[in-house]
């Protein structure tokens, strides 16, 4: 079992920024893409970020392309979401998610998927 625990969330003013952290520990870190998903209170979780298991292949979700960036560290089993130029839109529960397959994690719909905790991340307007 792959497990998630995610870290550096908090309170911050629009406009400013977070770097999210995801500490995996169980399995083979660099077997598994990862992923940044989040949900806000009312609406489903949705995919904000993926990261294929060697960092050749990336996808954002529309609303985040261009002020966050995802990236991964094998090494240190850690995958990492920098949220710059926040929104109030922003706000909500971010969770790290691994899937064997990277496709598997973007759709959701095959693999096991292994998730965080969660961390929440509030932007102030």
């Known amino acids: 079992q792959l497990q998630l625990v995610e870290s550096g969330g908090g309170l911050v003013q629009a406009g400013g920024s977070l770097r999210l952290s995801c500490a995996a520990s169980?399995?083979?870190?660099?077997?598994?893409?990862m992923g940044w998903f989040r949900q806000a209170p009312g609406k489903e979780r949705e995919l904000v970020a993926a990261?294929?298991?060697?960092?050749?292949?990336?996808t954002y979700a529309d609303p985040v392309k261009g002020r966050f960036t995802i990236s991964r560290d094998n090494a240190k089993n850690t995958v990492y979401l920098q949220m710059n130029s926040l929104k109030s839109e922003d706000t909500a529960v971010y969770y790290c998610a691994g899937n064997l397959g990277f496709q598997s994690l973007v759709t959701g719909q095959r693999g096991q998927m292994y998730w965080g905790q969660g961390t929440q991340v509030t932007v102030s307007s």
């Open positions: 169980g399995r083979t870190f660099s077997s598994y893409a």
């Open positions: 990261i294929n298991e060697i960092s050749i292949r990336t």
